[in-house]
């Protein structure tokens, strides 16, 4: 039996894949939690410093919940449904989207549901010309429950996210980056050298400050600017003692490139 989630680290960057192709890479519980001790062990992993989330397969990202075992949870009452499903889906997103390490998410084919909204938390995404987006749950008589309602407007805007919240109609990659749901569009066989191009540009800087970035960005989102302003404040201070910080500022006098240690 093959494992439902892959791993494969080079050169600082963690590949990893959704793996349930003849599922269309749906987002079943052993995924997510496979996909969540994944992430813990690649945290606390020096060598990696960034992560490419994509699919197997040539048809999907991840079409979205595991409908069948999603239903069976349903059956058994509400406190289930919220418990296995929704509570576990919305861990899963928020530890992306809260990641210190930088998540791209390479999207490859069917981004819906449950894989537009890991589209939508992650830091950022790249989609082959191949891909789809959709925001389908309306048609299963639900709202999105994995952060879809409020990531999705906070990245497209409240009118254009609750056209295609409430339409449930697939959308275009070109709509995806229009809306800023992806950073860019490129032709199928390009896409994972274009993410590890963008992960390399990346990990070239202070994986403190990368971390810095993120926290404050992620978190400030959802502040008035002077509380967000305490963040980006509170993010500095731990850099300022640091080696890289140091290391930084020693380099651009010099007029050399810097040697960052992420200490």
């Known amino acids: 039996m093959s494992d439902v989630v892959l791993l494969d680290v080079r ?43 994509t699919g197997a397969g040539d048809r999907a990202f991840s079409a979205g ?9 349903v059956r058994r009452g509400i406190e289930t449904a919220v418990r296995d499903f929704v509570r576990r889906g919305q861990a899963m997103t928020s530890r992306l989207e809260a990641f210190r390490k930088p998540v791209i998410a390479a999207v490859n084919g069917i981004a ?3 894989g537009c909204e890991i589209t939508e938390a992650v830091h950022l995404a790249i989609a082959s010309d191949k891909a789809m987006f ?44 229009e809306i800023g749901l992806v950073n860019s569009v490129v032709p199928h066989d390009e896409l ?27 978190r ?25 910080l140091g290391e930084g500022l020693a380099a651009w006098i010099a007029r050399r490139p810097p040697v960052y240690s992420g200490r």
């Open 220 to 244: 400030g989102l959802n502040m008035g600017i002077a509380e967000g302003l305490q963040i980006e404040s509170e993010q500095f201070a731990r850099m300022a003692p640091s080696h890289d």
């Open 192 to 218: 994972l050298p274009a993410a590890r191009d963008l992960a390399a540009r990346i990990i070239r800087h202070s994986p403190l400050a990368i971390g810095g970035i993120i926290t404050a960005v992620t």
């Open 11 to 53: 050169d600082r960057i963690a590949l990893v894949t959704l793996n349930r192709p003849q599922k269309l890479n749906a987002l079943n519980y052993e995924l997510i939690d496979r996909l969540m001790a994944l992430l813990d062990r690649i945290e606390v992993d020096a060598g990696v410093r960034a992560v490419i989330l």
């Open 112 to 114: 819906f549901g449950g």
């Open 134 to 177: 959709a925001k389908p749950e309306i048609a299963l008589g639900m709202p999105p429950t994995f952060g879809g309602t409020q990531r999705l407007p906070r990245l497209a805007g409240r009118k254009r996210a609750l056209e295609l919240l409430l339409t449930g109609e697939p959308f275009a990659p070109s709509r995806a980056l």
């Open 65 to 73: 919940a595991d409908i069948p075992e999603f239903s069976a949870s």
